[in-house]
C-alpha cells in the first residue's frame, strides 16, 4: 500500500510539473510575437527617423519626412500586427492554400490560379508610375525587414501550420487589389441556380425567381444562347466558397452616403462609409494614418499586404466604397477538336488553347500535376468537375486590364473631384460605387465598373465557336453613372440597382432590395440640420423597411384566421403594435426572422427538392427578390404544396409559416412569449480560421464571443445569417467610418475586432464591445490631437 502510495504520488507530482511545463509553452507560443509599440527599432534604408504614436486601439499614426521611409515602415507595421493574415492573403492568390491546409484546398487552389491574378499584377506594374513602384517596393522591403528580425518569433499560426513565411515582393501587394476584384459570391450565383431551377421546374414557373420579371431587359433566356445543366457551376461554388470560410471575403455589401453642408449643422459635407463583409478574427481591415509633410496626408482603412488606403480621408476629399453588383462573367460552351483537345473552333478555324504546365504542392509532401487550359476569353473551368462532355470557359473582367492600386494611390493624395475622376478611371475589375466629397464643400458619387459591352444574354451560356459573343470592350468612364451635387443634397448607395432601366447599358440582374437603401434616404431626406451624431444613428439603426413592407401582409392573413391559438392572439397583438425595431430583446424579431425563413422553406422546398433548395438558400440576393416577387402579388403557383391533394394558397402559406414560426420559438425560448427576444437565437461569433480546431480554439482563445444581437440582412446596421444556417451572424459591417469635413479630429470610426491579429494581444478584439453597443472612437488626424492623446510611441531610424 505505501509503494501505491508513493506511485500516485510520483505520478501526481509528473502531471503537476507536465501541467506547468505545458502551460509555460503554450504562453510562450501565444506570446512570442506580441510587438512591443514602445520599441525603437532599426531599419536598414531609412533615410531618416520615423516617429509612430499609436493610440489607446494601438492604430498607428505614422510621421515620416518622405515617402519611401513611410511605406518601409508601413510595410513593418502591418507584418508586426498582421503578417499571418497576409500570407494568408497572399496563397489565396497565387493558389498555394493546400500546401498549409492540404487537398481539401486544391480545387479552391486550381480556381484562384486559373484566374491569373499574378499575370495580371504584372502587366499592372509594368504601367504603373516610378513612385508608386518605389513606394511599394518601400513596403515590401519593410515586411521582410520584420519577417527577418523575428523569424523565430513568428505567431503562433504559423508553429500550428509548421511553415515559415516566404520573403514578400511588390507583385504580392498587387495581387491583394486583384483579389478584390473576385466577386463570384456575387450575381453570377443566382444565374447558376437559375439555371437549375429551368430544368427542374420548368420556364414557365421561373418567373418569381427572377428580380423584376415583369420589366427587366434583357430576357432572361433567350434563343441564341444555351441553357446548360452542369455540375461545374455547382464546382464554381464549392471552390469560391472555401475562400469565405477563411474569413477572406471582401465587398460582398456595403452602405455608404454623403451629405452636402447645406443638411448639416456645420454647413460642411459629412461621409459614411460600412463595408459588408465576412465577420472574421482578425477582421479584414487595418486602422492606419500616413503622413508626409507637405505631400501626404490619408487616414482610413488598408487590406494589410498593400500600403494604400482603400477607404478613407486625406487633407482635401473623402471617399467610401459599396459594391455594384455588377454582373462582370460570362460563360461560353467551348468546341474542341476531336483529334486534338489542345485545339477549339473559334470563326470556323481551330484555335489553340494556352496551357499552362501547374505544380501544386499538398501539404504532407506529395504533389499535384494539372494542366490549366485558357481560350482567348479565359480559362476553361469545366474541368474543375473533369467534366468530359463539355468545355466550359469563362470570361472575367479582373482579367482585363485596369489598375485599382495605381487608383488607390492617387485618391491617397487627390484634392478635387478632378484628381477624383482622373483616379478612379482605372478602377474597373473592383466594381464600387465610391461616394466623394471635398474641402470646397462638393459632394458626388459615382459608379466605378468594367461594365462589358456584350451581345447575347449574360445570364446564359453563350456559344464559344463565334466572335459573336465576345465582348466589345467596356462602357467608358464617362458613360457610367454618377451625380456631382445633386440637388437633394445627398447621394446613397446600399447595392440597390445602378439606375433604372432606360439606361442603354447592361449592368446586372441581381442587386439587392432596396430597403437599406430606402431607410437610408428617409433618415437623410429631412429638415433637421444633420451632426455627426445623426449620422451615427443612421449607420447603427436596427429599424426595418423590409418589416414595414412584409408586415402589414402577414397581419392582414393571420387576424382573420378565427382558430388561433392563445399564444397566436397574443403574438398577432405585438406584432400589430410593432415599428419594426429589430432590437436584440425583441420578442417581434424573433417571431419575424424566424416566420420570414418558414414562409421560404414552405413555399419552395415542395417544388425545389431538398438538394436543390440547400443550393438556393445559399444565394441570398436570389432568394430576397424570389420571396418579394411572391409577397407583392399576394400569389404564385408555387405557393401550392404539391405534396398534398388540394391546391394551397399564399393565405395557407402564410398561416402554416406563421404556426410553425411559434412552435419553433416555443421550443427554442420556451412557452411564455413574453420572454422571447431575438438575440437570444441571433449570435455574433467573431472566428479565427484556425479554431475549426476546436482545442486550438480553448488553448489560445482564438475566437470571440458568441454575442446576442439585434439587426438582420434588411437593417442599415446589418447582422446577417445565412439561410442555410439560421441564425448564426456571418457578415455584416466591417468596419464603420464617418468623417466630418467641419473638423477632422470630430471623425469617428470603429472595426468589429482590432488592429492587431495576434489572439494574445490586449488589442486583438478590443474595438468589439464599442462596436455591438453601436459606439465608436475618435479618428484622430491633427497632429496635436495625435501627440496629445496617444498611448504609445516608437521611433524608427536607420540602421548602424
Given at each position: 500500500?505505501?509503494?501505491?502510495?508513493?506511485?500516485?504520488?510520483?505520478?501526481?507530482?509528473?502531471?503537476?510539473?507536465?501541467?506547468?511545463?505545458?502551460?509555460?509553452?503554450?504562453?510562450?507560443?501565444?506570446?512570442?510575437a506580441l510587438p512591443d509599440y514602445n520599441?525603437?527599432?532599426?531599419?536598414?534604408?531609412?533615410?531618416?527617423?520615423?516617429?509612430?504614436?499609436?493610440?489607446?486601439?494601438?492604430?498607428?499614426?505614422?510621421?515620416?519626412?518622405?515617402?519611401?521611409?513611410?511605406?518601409?515602415?508601413?510595410?513593418?507595421?502591418?507584418?508586426?500586427?498582421?503578417?499571418?493574415?497576409?500570407?494568408?492573403?497572399?496563397?489565396?492568390?497565387?493558389?498555394?492554400?493546400?500546401?498549409?491546409?492540404?487537398?481539401?484546398?486544391?480545387?479552391?487552389?486550381?480556381?484562384?490560379?486559373?484566374?491569373?491574378?499574378?499575370?495580371?499584377?504584372?502587366?499592372?506594374?509594368?504601367?504603373?508610375?516610378?513612385s508608386m513602384i518605389r513606394a511599394l517596393?518601400?513596403?515590401?522591403?519593410?515586411?521582410?525587414?520584420?519577417?527577418?528580425?523575428?523569424?523565430?518569433?513568428?505567431?503562433?499560426?504559423?508553429?500550428?501550420?509548421?511553415?515559415?513565411?516566404?520573403?514578400?515582393?511588390?507583385?504580392?501587394?498587387?495581387?491583394?487589389?486583384?483579389?478584390?476584384?473576385?466577386?463570384?459570391?456575387?450575381?453570377?450565383?443566382?444565374?447558376?441556380?437559375?439555371?437549375?431551377?429551368?430544368?427542374?421546374?420548368?420556364?414557365?414557373?421561373?418567373?418569381?425567381?427572377?428580380?423584376?420579371?415583369?420589366?427587366?431587359?434583357?430576357?432572361?433566356?433567350?434563343?441564341?444562347?444555351?441553357?446548360?445543366?452542369?455540375?461545374?457551376?455547382?464546382?464554381?461554388?464549392?471552390?469560391?466558397?472555401?475562400?469565405?470560410?477563411?474569413?477572406?471575403?471582401?465587398?460582398?455589401?456595403?452602405?455608404?452616403?454623403?451629405?452636402?453642408?447645406?443638411?448639416?449643422?456645420?454647413?460642411?459635407?459629412?461621409?459614411?462609409?460600412?463595408?459588408?463583409?465576412?465577420?472574421?478574427?482578425?477582421?479584414?481591415?487595418?486602422?492606419?494614418?500616413?503622413?508626409?509633410?507637405?505631400?501626404?496626408?490619408?487616414?482610413?482603412?488598408?487590406?494589410?499586404?498593400?500600403?494604400?488606403?482603400?477607404?478613407?480621408?486625406?487633407?482635401?476629399?473623402?471617399?467610401?466604397?459599396?459594391?455594384?453588383?455588377?454582373?462582370?462573367?460570362?460563360?461560353?460552351?467551348?468546341?474542341?477538336?476531336?483529334?486534338?483537345?489542345?485545339?477549339?473552333?473559334?470563326?470556323?478555324?481551330?484555335?489553340?488553347?494556352?496551357?499552362?504546365?501547374?505544380?501544386?504542392?499538398?501539404?504532407?509532401?506529395?504533389?499535384?500535376?494539372?494542366?490549366?487550359?485558357?481560350?482567348?476569353?479565359?480559362?476553361?473551368?469545366?474541368?474543375?468537375?473533369?467534366?468530359?462532355?463539355?468545355?466550359?470557359?469563362?470570361?472575367?473582367?479582373?482579367?482585363?486590364?485596369?489598375?485599382?492600386?495605381?487608383?488607390?494611390?492617387?485618391?491617397?493624395?487627390?484634392?478635387?473631384?478632378?484628381?477624383?475622376?482622373?483616379?478612379?478611371?482605372?478602377?474597373?475589375?473592383?466594381?464600387?460605387?465610391?461616394?466623394?466629397?471635398?474641402?470646397?464643400?462638393?459632394?458626388?458619387?459615382?459608379?466605378?465598373?468594367?461594365?462589358?459591352?456584350?451581345?447575347?444574354?449574360?445570364?446564359?451560356?453563350?456559344?464559344?465557336?463565334?466572335?459573336?459573343?465576345?465582348?466589345?470592350?467596356?462602357?467608358?468612364?464617362?458613360?457610367?453613372?454618377?451625380?456631382?451635387?445633386?440637388?437633394?443634397?445627398?447621394?446613397?448607395?446600399?447595392?440597390?440597382?445602378?439606375?433604372?432601366?432606360?439606361?442603354?447599358?447592361?449592368?446586372?440582374?441581381?442587386?439587392?432590395?432596396?430597403?437599406?437603401?430606402?431607410?437610408?434616404?428617409?433618415?437623410?431626406?429631412?429638415?433637421?440640420?444633420?451632426?455627426?451624431?445623426?449620422?451615427?444613428?443612421?449607420?447603427?439603426?436596427?429599424?426595418?423597411?423590409?418589416?414595414?413592407?412584409?408586415?402589414?401582409?402577414?397581419?392582414?392573413?393571420?387576424?382573420?384566421?378565427?382558430?388561433?391559438?392563445?399564444?397566436?392572439?397574443?403574438?398577432?397583438?405585438?406584432?400589430?403594435?410593432?415599428?419594426?425595431?429589430?432590437?436584440?430583446?425583441?420578442?417581434?424579431?424573433?417571431?419575424?426572422?424566424?416566420?420570414?425563413?418558414?414562409?421560404?422553406?414552405?413555399?419552395?422546398?415542395?417544388?425545389?427538392?431538398?438538394?436543390?433548395?440547400?443550393?438556393?438558400?445559399?444565394?441570398?440576393?436570389?432568394?430576397?427578390?424570389?420571396?418579394?416577387?411572391?409577397?407583392?402579388?399576394?400569389?404564385?403557383?408555387?405557393?401550392?404544396?404539391?405534396?398534398?391533394?388540394?391546391?394551397?394558397?399564399?393565405?395557407?402559406?402564410?398561416?402554416?409559416?406563421?404556426?410553425?414560426?411559434?412552435?419553433?420559438?416555443?421550443?427554442?425560448?420556451?412557452?411564455?412569449?413574453?420572454?422571447?427576444?431575438?438575440?437570444?437565437?441571433?449570435?455574433?461569433?467573431?472566428?479565427?480560421?484556425?479554431?475549426?480546431?476546436?482545442?486550438?480554439?480553448?488553448?489560445?482563445?482564438?475566437?470571440?464571443?458568441?454575442?446576442?444581437?439585434?439587426?438582420?440582412?434588411?437593417?442599415?446596421?446589418?447582422?446577417?445569417?445565412?439561410?442555410?444556417?439560421?441564425?448564426?451572424?456571418?457578415?455584416?459591417?466591417?468596419?464603420?467610418?464617418?468623417?466630418?469635413?467641419?473638423?477632422?479630429?470630430?471623425?469617428?470610426?470603429?472595426?468589429?475586432?482590432?488592429?492587431?491579429?495576434?489572439?494574445?494581444?490586449?488589442?486583438?478584439?478590443?474595438?468589439?464591445?464599442?462596436?455591438?453597443?453601436g459606439q465608436y472612437h475618435k479618428d484622430?488626424?491633427?497632429?496635436?490631437?495625435?501627440?496629445?492623446?496617444?498611448?504609445?510611441?516608437?521611433?524608427?531610424?536607420?540602421?548602424?
Amino acid at each position: 500500500m505505501r509503494k501505491f502510495k508513493f506511485f500516485l504520488g510520483y505520478v501526481l507530482i509528473f502531471i503537476i510539473i507536465l501541467v506547468i511545463t505545458s502551460s509555460f509553452v503554450i504562453y510562450y507560443l501565444s506570446h512570442r510575437a506580441l510587438p512591443d509599440y514602445n520599441r525603437s527599432t532599426f531599419l536598414n534604408g531609412l533615410s531618416g527617423t520615423v516617429e509612430v504614436y499609436r493610440d489607446s486601439f494601438a492604430i498607428p499614426h505614422i510621421y515620416a519626412k518622405n515617402e519611401d521611409d513611410l511605406y518601409r515602415v508601413v510595410g513593418y507595421l502591418t507584418a508586426q500586427d498582421r503578417l499571418w493574415q497576409m500570407d494568408l492573403l497572399r496563397r489565396v492568390t497565387t493558389g498555394r492554400l493546400s500546401e498549409i491546409f492540404g487537398s481539401d484546398l486544391l480545387k479552391t487552389d486550381i480556381l484562384m490560379r486559373s484566374l491569373r491574378i499574378p499575370e495580371k499584377s504584372k502587366k499592372v506594374l509594368a504601367q504603373c508610375p516610378f513612385s508608386m513602384i518605389r513606394a511599394l517596393e518601400a513596403y515590401s522591403d519593410g515586411v521582410n525587414q520584420y519577417i527577418k528580425q523575428y523569424y523565430h518569433k513568428l505567431p503562433i499560426e504559423f508553429t500550428l501550420l509548421r511553415y515559415k513565411p516566404e520573403p514578400w515582393t511588390v507583385e504580392h501587394s498587387v495581387n491583394l487589389i486583384g483579389y478584390m476584384a473576385w466577386d463570384l459570391n456575387g450575381c453570377w450565383n443566382s444565374e447558376i441556380v437559375l439555371h437549375k431551377l429551368a430544368a427542374k421546374l420548368g420556364r414557365a414557373k421561373l418567373a418569381d425567381f427572377i428580380p423584376g420579371y415583369d420589366s427587366i431587359q434583357p430576357t432572361i433566356f433567350s434563343s441564341t444562347c444555351q441553357f446548360i445543366e452542369a455540375d461545374w457551376r455547382s464546382e464554381l461554388i464549392k471552390a469560391s466558397s472555401k475562400i469565405e470560410e477563411l474569413g477572406l471575403q471582401v465587398f460582398h455589401g456595403s452602405n455608404n452616403w454623403v451629405v452636402s453642408g447645406t443638411k448639416t449643422v456645420s454647413g460642411k459635407p459629412i461621409l459614411a462609409n460600412d463595408m459588408h463583409l465576412g465577420f472574421s478574427a482578425p477582421g479584414i481591415w487595418y486602422q492606419i494614418h500616413q503622413i508626409v509633410q507637405g505631400k501626404i496626408n490619408v487616414s482610413g482603412v488598408i487590406l494589410p499586404g498593400q500600403p494604400f488606403v482603400i477607404s478613407g480621408h486625406n487633407d482635401s476629399i473623402a471617399w467610401g466604397l459599396t459594391n455594384v453588383m455588377n454582373d462582370d462573367i460570362d460563360f461560353y460552351k467551348e468546341t474542341l477538336r476531336p483529334d486534338d483537345s489542345t485545339k477549339y473552333r473559334f470563326n470556323g478555324k481551330w484555335k489553340d488553347l494556352t496551357i499552362k504546365h501547374e505544380t501544386f504542392s499538398i501539404k504532407g509532401g506529395h504533389k499535384v500535376y494539372i494542366d490549366l487550359k485558357f481560350t482567348h476569353r479565359g480559362p476553361i473551368i469545366s474541368m474543375l468537375k473533369n467534366i468530359k462532355n463539355e468545355t466550359i470557359s469563362m470570361h472575367w473582367m479582373g482579367n482585363e486590364m485596369s489598375n485599382e492600386i495605381q487608383s488607390i494611390y492617387m485618391l491617397n493624395k487627390a484634392s478635387n473631384w478632378s484628381d477624383f475622376c482622373s483616379a478612379i478611371k482605372t478602377f474597373k475589375s473592383v466594381s464600387q460605387n465610391v461616394a466623394y466629397a471635398d474641402h470646397q464643400g462638393n459632394i458626388g458619387m459615382y459608379c466605378c465598373a468594367g461594365v462589358p459591352i456584350r451581345k447575347g444574354n449574360p445570364i446564359e451560356v453563350m456559344p464559344g465557336d463565334t466572335s459573336a459573343y465576345d465582348w466589345q470592350g467596356v462602357v467608358p468612364f464617362q458613360e457610367l453613372p454618377h451625380k456631382f451635387n445633386p440637388s437633394e443634397g445627398f447621394a446613397v448607395s446600399a447595392n440597390n440597382r445602378t439606375i433604372d432601366f432606360s439606361y442603354p447599358h447592361y449592368i446586372s440582374s441581381w442587386f439587392d432590395l432596396s430597403f437599406r437603401y430606402d431607410r437610408i434616404s428617409e433618415m437623410l431626406n429631412t429638415n433637421k440640420k444633420l451632426t455627426v451624431s445623426d449620422i451615427a444613428a443612421i449607420q447603427t439603426d436596427f429599424t426595418s423597411k423590409f418589416v414595414s413592407y412584409y408586415l402589414p401582409g402577414l397581419i392582414e392573413v393571420i387576424k382573420k384566421r378565427p382558430d388561433l391559438t392563445t399564444t397566436g392572439k397574443l403574438a398577432l397583438k405585438t406584432l400589430a403594435n410593432w415599428r419594426g425595431q429589430v432590437n436584440a430583446q425583441s420578442k417581434e424579431a424573433a417571431i419575424f426572422e424566424v416566420f420570414y425563413n418558414r414562409f421560404i422553406e414552405n413555399t419552395l422546398k415542395d417544388e425545389l427538392g431538398d438538394t436543390l433548395f440547400k443550393e438556393f438558400l445559399v444565394d441570398k440576393i436570389l432568394v430576397k427578390n424570389t420571396i418579394h416577387n411572391i409577397w407583392c402579388k399576394k400569389k404564385s403557383v408555387l405557393c401550392d404544396d404539391i405534396s398534398t391533394s388540394k391546391t394551397e394558397t399564399f393565405a395557407d402559406m402564410v398561416v402554416k409559416s406563421f404556426n410553425e414560426s411559434l412552435k419553433y420559438l416555443e421550443q427554442k425560448l420556451g412557452p411564455d412569449l413574453q420572454t422571447w427576444e431575438w438575440g437570444k437565437i441571433h449570435l455574433f461569433t467573431l472566428e479565427h480560421p484556425l479554431s475549426k480546431v476546436k482545442i486550438l480554439d480553448r488553448i489560445f482563445h482564438l475566437n470571440r464571443g458568441p454575442f446576442e444581437v439585434g439587426g438582420s440582412f434588411h437593417t442599415v446596421a446589418p447582422y446577417s445569417y445565412r439561410f442555410n444556417k439560421l441564425f448564426e451572424v456571418n457578415s455584416g459591417a466591417s468596419q464603420r467610418h464617418i468623417y466630418d469635413f467641419a473638423d477632422w479630429d470630430n471623425s469617428i470610426s470603429v472595426i468589429p475586432t482590432g488592429n492587431c491579429g495576434i489572439p494574445s494581444s490586449p488589442h486583438y478584439c478590443d474595438q468589439t464591445t464599442l462596436y455591438l453597443a453601436g459606439q465608436y472612437h475618435k479618428d484622430l488626424f491633427s497632429i496635436n490631437a495625435v501627440k496629445n492623446n496617444y498611448r504609445y510611441k516608437a521611433v524608427f531610424s536607420s540602421a548602424k
